[in-house]
C-alpha cells in the first residue's frame, strides 16, 4: 500500500487523550484514499480505539479505509494502573515503531499480533501535548525532515486560561508577570 499522506498519532496513555485522534483519523482515511493513519497506543485503549474509529466511520465502512487505519499496541499490556510508567513503556516502544515506520518496514501489534504491511514512511507525526519522549524519539531518527504537530485536546477554556492574553481570561505573559 502506498500512500501519499502518512499521518502517525500517538498520545498519553488515557481515554480523553486518544479519543480524539481515533475520530480525526478515521475522518482523515474516510476523506481520502491516498491518507494512512498509523495510531501507536497504549494496548489498554485498542479496543475502545476500534470501537471509537467504526463508530466514527458509520454503519458500513469501507474495507479500504478500514485497512488504511492501522491500530498499533506497540508493547505487551501489562496489569499495572500506573499512568506513569504506561507513559514511559510507551515512549520506549514508540522509538523502535517509528524507526520501522520511516524505514517502511511492516510493523506488528503486540497485543493482537496483526502484522501491518509496510507504507511509505510517515509525512505528518501528530504528538499528544504531553509526548515529549516521543517528540525527541522523531527528532533523533528524523530531524527536521518530518513536521511534528502538538496536539492538545480539552475545553476551549483551559487552553485559554493557561495560553492566552489577559484580555480574554488568559494568565497572559508570565515571566514579565514575574519579572514585574
Known sequence: MSATNHYLFTGFPAWGHVRP??????????EDENNVITM?????????????????????PSQDVLRRIRVV????PTDSVDVVKSMEVLAESYAGTYQALVQS????????????DPVSP???????????????????????SVPIYAWITGHASSILRFFGPEEIGGIGNLGARIDA
Not at 21 to 30: D, T, W
Not at 73 to 76: D, F, I, N, R, V
Not at 105 to 116: H, L, S
Open 73 to 76: 499496541g506497540a508493547y505487551e
Open 21 to 30: 485522534f481515533c475520530i480525526l483519523g478515521a475522518r482523515l482515511a474516510k
Open 122 to 144: 510517515p509525512t505528518v507525526v501528530i504528538l499528544d501535548f504531553f509526548a515529549f519522549p516521543q517528540f525527541q524519539a522523531t527528532r533523533a531518527s528524523t530531524g527536521q
Open 40 to 60: 501507536i497506543l497504549d494496548p489498554k485503549l485498542l479496543d475502545k480505539a476500534h470501537q471509537e474509529i467504526s463508530a466514527e466511520l458509520g454503519d458500513e
Open 105 to 116: 518496514k511492516p510493523i506488528a501489534c503486540a497485543v493482537t499480533r496483526t502484522v501491518f
